[in-house]
Nanobody
Framework: VQLQASGGGLVQAGGSLRLSCAVS??????LGWFRQAPGKEREFVST????????IYADSVKGRFTISVDNAKNTVYLQMNNLKLEDTALYYC???????????????WGQGTQVTVSS
Protein backbone atom coordinates (compact mmCIF):
# COMPACT_ATOMS: atom_id res chain seq x y z
CA VAL A 1 0.00 0.00 0.00
CA GLN A 2 1.32 3.42 -0.95
CA LEU A 3 0.05 6.69 0.44
CA GLN A 4 0.76 10.02 -1.22
CA ALA A 5 -0.17 13.09 0.80
CA SER A 6 -0.49 16.61 -0.55
CA GLY A 7 -2.16 19.93 0.13
CA GLY A 8 -0.09 21.40 2.92
CA GLY A 9 1.02 24.99 2.92
CA LEU A 10 1.20 28.30 4.74
CA VAL A 11 -2.05 29.84 5.92
CA GLN A 12 -3.06 32.57 8.31
CA ALA A 13 -4.82 31.78 11.56
CA GLY A 14 -8.52 31.38 10.92
CA GLY A 15 -7.93 30.16 7.40
CA SER A 16 -8.55 26.80 5.76
CA LEU A 17 -6.62 24.08 4.00
CA ARG A 18 -7.57 20.72 2.54
CA LEU A 19 -5.15 17.83 2.69
CA SER A 20 -5.42 14.90 0.30
CA CYS A 21 -3.96 11.42 0.49
CA ALA A 22 -4.08 9.14 -2.52
CA VAL A 23 -4.08 5.45 -1.62
CA SER A 24 -2.87 2.76 -3.99
CA UNK A 25 -1.91 -0.87 -3.87
CA UNK A 26 -4.74 -2.31 -1.78
CA UNK A 27 -7.85 -1.38 0.10
CA UNK A 28 -7.56 -0.94 3.85
CA UNK A 29 -10.29 -0.77 6.46
CA UNK A 30 -9.19 2.41 8.15
CA LEU A 31 -7.66 5.62 6.86
CA GLY A 32 -6.56 8.59 8.86
CA TRP A 33 -4.32 11.49 9.69
CA PHE A 34 -1.69 12.12 12.35
CA ARG A 35 0.47 15.15 12.94
CA GLN A 36 3.79 15.95 14.53
CA ALA A 37 4.80 19.39 15.68
CA PRO A 38 8.46 20.28 16.25
CA GLY A 39 9.72 18.83 19.49
CA LYS A 40 6.52 16.89 20.08
CA GLU A 41 5.39 13.33 19.58
CA ARG A 42 3.26 12.32 16.65
CA GLU A 43 -0.41 12.52 17.60
CA PHE A 44 -3.70 11.25 16.27
CA VAL A 45 -5.90 13.73 14.38
CA SER A 46 -8.73 11.81 12.74
CA THR A 47 -9.69 8.49 11.20
CA UNK A 48 -12.40 7.14 8.92
CA UNK A 49 -13.50 3.76 7.67
CA UNK A 50 -12.99 3.11 3.98
CA UNK A 51 -16.77 3.08 3.59
CA UNK A 52 -16.97 6.52 5.15
CA UNK A 53 -19.53 5.33 7.67
CA UNK A 54 -17.50 5.95 10.81
CA UNK A 55 -15.28 8.84 11.80
CA ILE A 56 -13.33 9.74 14.94
CA TYR A 57 -11.63 13.02 15.78
CA ALA A 58 -9.16 14.18 18.36
CA ASP A 59 -10.76 16.61 20.79
CA SER A 60 -8.39 19.35 19.69
CA VAL A 61 -9.81 19.38 16.14
CA LYS A 62 -13.48 18.50 16.68
CA GLY A 63 -15.78 20.98 15.02
CA ARG A 64 -12.97 22.41 12.88
CA PHE A 65 -11.64 19.49 10.85
CA THR A 66 -13.62 17.11 8.66
CA ILE A 67 -12.32 13.83 7.30
CA SER A 68 -13.85 12.25 4.22
CA VAL A 69 -13.11 9.56 1.68
CA ASP A 70 -13.75 9.33 -2.06
CA ASN A 71 -13.80 5.63 -2.90
CA ALA A 72 -13.84 6.26 -6.64
CA LYS A 73 -10.58 8.18 -6.36
CA ASN A 74 -9.14 6.10 -3.49
CA THR A 75 -8.40 9.34 -1.71
CA VAL A 76 -8.91 10.47 1.85
CA TYR A 77 -9.25 14.17 2.63
CA LEU A 78 -8.84 16.33 5.69
CA GLN A 79 -10.66 19.65 5.47
CA MET A 80 -9.20 21.97 8.07
CA ASN A 81 -11.11 25.13 8.94
CA ASN A 82 -10.51 27.86 11.50
CA LEU A 83 -6.86 26.89 11.70
CA LYS A 84 -4.94 27.84 14.83
CA LEU A 85 -1.26 28.41 15.46
CA GLU A 86 -1.12 25.14 17.36
CA ASP A 87 -2.21 23.24 14.26
CA THR A 88 1.22 23.85 12.76
CA ALA A 89 2.76 20.44 12.17
CA LEU A 90 3.85 17.85 9.69
CA TYR A 91 0.70 15.93 8.78
CA TYR A 92 0.90 12.25 7.91
CA CYS A 93 -1.75 10.11 6.31
CA UNK A 94 -2.10 6.56 7.55
CA UNK A 95 -3.86 3.31 6.70
CA UNK A 96 -4.58 0.23 8.70
CA UNK A 97 -6.66 -2.90 9.10
CA UNK A 98 -8.66 -1.11 11.79
CA UNK A 99 -9.56 2.51 12.43
CA UNK A 100 -6.22 4.26 12.84
CA UNK A 101 -6.84 5.81 16.23
CA UNK A 102 -3.29 5.25 17.46
CA UNK A 103 0.13 4.71 15.93
CA UNK A 104 0.13 1.03 16.83
CA UNK A 105 -2.98 0.58 14.66
CA UNK A 106 -1.25 1.97 11.59
CA UNK A 107 0.12 -0.48 9.05
CA UNK A 108 1.10 2.02 6.37
CA TRP A 109 2.33 5.60 6.51
CA GLY A 110 2.46 8.26 3.86
CA GLN A 111 5.09 10.95 3.70
CA GLY A 112 4.30 14.11 5.63
CA THR A 113 2.91 17.32 4.27
CA GLN A 114 3.74 20.53 6.15
CA VAL A 115 1.01 22.77 7.47
CA THR A 116 2.14 26.11 8.87
CA VAL A 117 -0.32 28.51 10.46
CA SER A 118 0.85 32.08 10.91
CA SER A 119 -0.57 34.89 13.04
Amino acid sequence: VQLQASGGGLVQAGGSLRLSCAVSGARTFGLGWFRQAPGKEREFVSTITYSGANTIYADSVKGRFTISVDNAKNTVYLQMNNLKLEDTALYYCAAGRTLTTAQNRVNYWGQGTQVTVSS
